[in-house]
């Protein structure tokens, strides 16, 4: 089919549908999407709830235990014990199709009654304080990350060891404010970079090793602000910094974010890829807008999705192909509408369910298959009632307060994710005040009444590490942006003993802001998962461009929006400048 432009029913936004897309959707049989891809991604991550903990008593053995649900949640919440176990059955919950409600309406009814996973961990050690957190030992206020030991404060990452305050890097040890820094040791505030060893502030590099305040680097040691020394004169520098004073490690922080501003880059950071745009992207094929993922082919508007084929609209996944509008699920092939679903297949509009097949509206069911709406068929029963809930989703759509239209084909409406919208992935991604989140009929959760008091104001934190002693262990630490922001900010915080261990083993300051608001500030640091259509910037004349002239006339899509302040480069031309 040729492309088709579309207009978006939740943004109004015109979007294009194109031959590709038509062939994908034909392919697993479903209609072509109502919603852009930017409104699809924002829908699918409201149902995923990262960062907000909540204290509560399971609703079957009543031991505490923490939880993505509030103790005043609307739904019967069960601790990872208690849900696993065989003191209860989800088909014991399962529900009648009837023509005569919608079946999203259907769905919502079964939410409301079947026992949910509290929180999603999976053979984890001494790690209570952590989600979506698989294989991970004495890790602390951590999510979505696995195999990783002794770390805190990390997000979207694999294989970290002693690391804080990092996002998406991987297979690391003894990082500090890091992102999207892989296969590196002993480096602290650094991003987007590879092989880094012993340095600070460092961006776009690979194999670094002893380096202080570089970019676009390859191959080097001993160099300081981009003044190559010998190890001795290079040390002598280093020794010189108070590496422990926050004053003095924020004017660096200033200092190398000018020279950033300033300096050449590449359009994306895809490397190893074929016909393919995004970013963050290793050894990817014929894919479009995918972002953060490795090992795919035939992907589309996805994000943080690895060793993957033909997946389409997927966030949070691994080891799939055949998927579409899927949130946080795990080795599913021909598998459409779902959330925290794995190891299973031909699974449609489910919720936590595993090991299964031939599923549609089902909600926490292990090793069934032919069921709906958690009620078991038989496959002769199951197809028949299947193909009839489809053209009756069709016929009586389900319609939400801002009139948008639900119909066979659209992932689940707004209204039936289980968290508020700042609560959710969505409130990271596409950040909303209240008054916006409650005008587009989205939930909101207000913060609940803190009853601490503050023993030490930001202000009052020592600048330096080695003015700082244990007794700060005892502190209530009030947090510098007092909640006067967007950022979940929890308005104070304690250091643990082995936070504290750390930044004196590395000279690191101790932080004036809460884990929650240092986490949103290292994304503002990232690129939007977002392209604009640019042409390269580069103008040098001994390039030898393609047209023959100075200016060099690649286009590309890039992450880089254009009234950004830095130099953007085709990759021809950054790698003539870099190697």
């Not at 009837?98 to 999603?120: A, C, T, Y």
């Not at 053979?123 to 805190?152: A, H, I, V, W």
């Not at 289980?418 to 990271?428: H, I, R, V």
Request: aromatic letters at 14%; one cysteine or more.
């Amino acid at each position: 089919m040729p492309p088709e432009t579309k207009n978006c029913q939740n943004c109004k936004n015109d979007f294009m549908i194109e031959s590709e897309d038509f062939l994908f959707y034909q392919k697993i049989k479903v209609p072509p999407p109502t919603f852009c891809p930017e409104c699809r991604m924002q829908r699918r991550f409201m149902w995923r709830n990262e960062r907000s903990l909540y204290k509560r008593d399971c609703d079957l053995c009543k031991k505490s235990f923490i939880s993505l649900y509030p103790k005043d949640s609307c739904y019967t919440i069960y601790c990872r014990d208690c849900w696993y176990s065989d003191n209860w059955d989800p088909i014991d919950f399962g529900i009648e199709y009837d023509n005569l409600k919608s079946f999203f309406e259907l769905f919502r009814e079964l939410q409301l009654k079947v026992p949910r996973l509290g929180i999603w961990t999976v053979q984890c050690t001494n790690s209570p304080y952590t989600n979506q957190s698989y294989n991970n030992k004495n890790c602390y206020l951590s999510y979505g990350f696995r195999d990783s030991e002794d770390c805190m404060y990390v997000a979207r990452a694999v294989n970290l060891k002693k690391c804080m305050d990092v996002v998406y890097s991987h297979y690391s040890e003894n990082l500090y404010e890091a992102f999207n820094v892989e296969k590196s040791y002993n480096t602290f505030y650094s991003e987007k970079s590879e092989a880094l060893i012993d340095s600070y502030f460092v961006s776009n590099s690979r194999n670094i090793s002893n380096c202080f305040g570089i970019i676009n680097k390859r191959n080097s040691s001993y160099t300081f602000m981009g003044e190559n020394l010998s190890k001795d004169a290079y040390l002598e520098r280093l020794k010189e910094i108070d590496l422990g004073s926050k004053k003095i490690i924020d004017e660096y922080k200033k200092l190398f974010d000018n020279i950033k501003k300033q300096s050449i880059h590449k359009y994306g950071n895809l490397v190893s890829c074929q016909n393919s745009t995004g970013d963050n992207l290793v050894n990817t094929k014929n894919s479009k807008m995918v972002f953060d993922g490795f090992d795919l082919e035939n992907s589309r508007y996805s994000a943080w999705v690895f060793s993957s084929k033909e997946i389409y609209d997927c966030y949070g996944m691994g080891n799939s192909q055949y998927v579409y509008e899927a949130m946080s699920p795990e080795e599913v092939s021909n598998t459409k509408f779902v959330h925290v679903v794995d190891t299973s297949n031909n699974v449609e509009y489910s919720e936590m369910c595993k090991g299964s097949s031939f599923l549609f509206g089902c909600i926490s069911l292990q090793k069934k298959s032919y069921c709906i709406l958690n009620k078991q068929y038989t496959k002769e029963e199951y197809q028949i009632l299947i193909e009839k809930i489809k053209e009756e989703m069709n016929s009586n759509p389900y319609i939400d307060k801002k009139n948008r239209i639900y119909k066979y084909g659209e992932f689940f409406p707004y209204d039936l994710s289980p968290f508020s919208y700042n609560e959710s992935t969505a409130q990271e991604f596409f950040p909303l005040n209240k008054n916006i989140a409650l005008d587009l009929c989205f939930k909101w959760k207000d913060d609940e009444e803190r009853n601490y008091r503050i023993d030490l104001p930001s202000q009052g934190i020592p600048d330096n590490i080695k003015d700082v002693d244990d007794t700060i262990l005892n502190n209530i630490i009030g947090c510098s942006h007092l909640g006067k922001c967007e950022h979940k900010c929890t308005e104070a915080f304690k250091l643990t003993e082995s936070e504290l261990s750390f930044y004196k083993k590395n000279k690191i300051p101790v932080p004036n802001t809460c884990p929650n608001c240092r986490h949103y500030e290292r994304l503002s640091k990232r690129n939007p998962m977002k392209l604009w259509h640019r042409s390269c910037m580069c103008d040098k004349e001994a390039h030898m461009h393609t047209n023959g002239t100075k200016e060099c006339s690649n286009e590309f899509e890039t992450s880089y929006a254009p009234d950004r302040p830095e130099i953007v480069y085709c990759e021809g031309c950054y790698n003539k400048e870099v190697y």
